[in-house]
T-cell receptor, first 117, second 114 residues
Framework: AQSVTQLGSHVSVSEGALVLLRCNYS??????LFWYVQYPNQGLQLLLK??????LVKGINGFEAEFKKSETSFHLTKPSAHMSDAAEYFC???????????????FGQGTILTVHP | DADVTQTPRNRITKTGKRIMLECSQT?????MYWYRQDPGLGLRLIYY???????NKGEISDGYSVSRQAQAKFSLSLESAIPNQTALYFC?????????????FGPGTRLTVL
C-alpha cells in the first residue's frame, strides 16, 4: 500500500527566503509523485510531477522538487518566496502497478505555507 | 469556462437529509473521482469510476453512494447526512492514459451538516 507523509503542517517564511516543504512516501513499486497547490477557496492545481524521467523536476511558479529514491523523499523547494505563494500544498503518490490501485492518488496531510513581508 | 464544475458550491443541510453533489466535466476524460478534504487530513478518496460501467469504493465510502450518469457526469449522494460529513468535497478527472497522468480538480463544494 502506498502512503505519503508531509513533515510540518504549517511552514512560515519571509518573502525572499527559501521555501522547503518536505514529503516522504512509501510505495511497493516505483511511484509517480505529484505536488499540488490549493489557493484559498479554490480547487487543487498541479505544480509538478515526477514520472521516472529526470529526478529533478521543475514546475510552475519557480518551484522544483527532487526525487530521492534512497531517502524515499520528494521535497518541494523554491529559492525565493513570494507573497503569492501563500497556499496549502499537497504531496501525492500514484502507483503504476495495475490492479485496483492503478491510477489512484494518495495524498499527504497538506502543508500550509505562510509568507511574511 | 471551467473544465470541471461542481454544484452546488456551498450547501447547508440538516442531519438526516438526503443530499446530492454533482460534478460535470468537459475534458473528455473517462476517469472521475470524489474526495473529501478535512483540515489536517488532506484529501481522502470516497469513490472513483474508470468508466461509466466501472465504479469502485475508495477508502472512506461508508455513508456515501455515487452515480455515473454519463462519461461527463458523476454524482455523489449522502443518503442520510450526519454532522461528521461536514467537509469540503472535490470532484476530479483524469485521462485513461498515460498512467502517470495528473488529476484535474473542480472548485469544490463546501457542505455543512447541522
Amino acid at each position: 500500500a502506498q502512503s505519503v507523509t508531509q513533515l510540518g503542517s504549517h511552514v512560515s517564511v519571509s518573502e525572499g527566503a527559501l521555501v522547503l516543504l518536505r514529503c516522504n512516501y512509501s510505495s511497493s513499486v516505483p511511484p509517480y509523485l505529484f505536488w499540488y497547490v490549493q489557493y484559498p477557496n479554490q480547487g487543487l492545481q498541479l505544480l509538478l510531477k515526477y514520472t521516472s524521467a529526470a529526478t529533478l523536476v521543475k514546475g510552475i511558479n519557480g518551484f522544483e522538487a527532487e526525487f530521492k529514491k534512497s531517502e524515499t523523499s520528494f521535497h518541494l523547494t523554491k529559492p525565493s518566496a513570494h507573497m503569492s505563494d501563500a497556499a496549502e500544498y499537497f504531496c501525492a503518490v500514484s502507483e503504476d502497478a495495475g490492479g485496483t490501485s492503478y491510477g489512484k492518488l494518495t495524498f499527504g496531510q497538506g502543508t500550509i505555507l505562510t509568507v511574511h513581508p | 469556462d471551467a473544465d470541471v464544475t461542481q454544484t452546488p458550491r456551498n450547501r447547508i443541510t440538516k442531519t438526516g437529509k438526503r443530499i446530492m453533489l454533482e460534478c460535470s466535466q468537459t475534458k473528455g476524460h473517462d476517469r472521475m473521482y470524489w474526495y473529501r478534504q478535512d483540515p489536517g487530513l488532506g484529501l481522502r478518496l470516497i469513490y472513483y469510476s474508470f468508466d461509466v460501467k466501472d465504479i469502485n469504493k475508495g477508502e472512506i465510502s461508508d455513508g456515501y453512494s455515487v452515480s455515473r450518469q454519463a462519461q461527463a457526469k458523476f454524482s455523489l449522494s449522502l443518503e442520510s447526512a450526519i454532522p461528521n460529513q461536514t467537509a469540503l468535497y472535490f470532484c476530479a478527472t483524469s485521462a485513461d492514459r498515460p498512467s502517470n497522468n495528473e488529476q484535474f480538480f473542480g472548485p469544490g463544494t463546501r457542505l455543512t451538516v447541522l
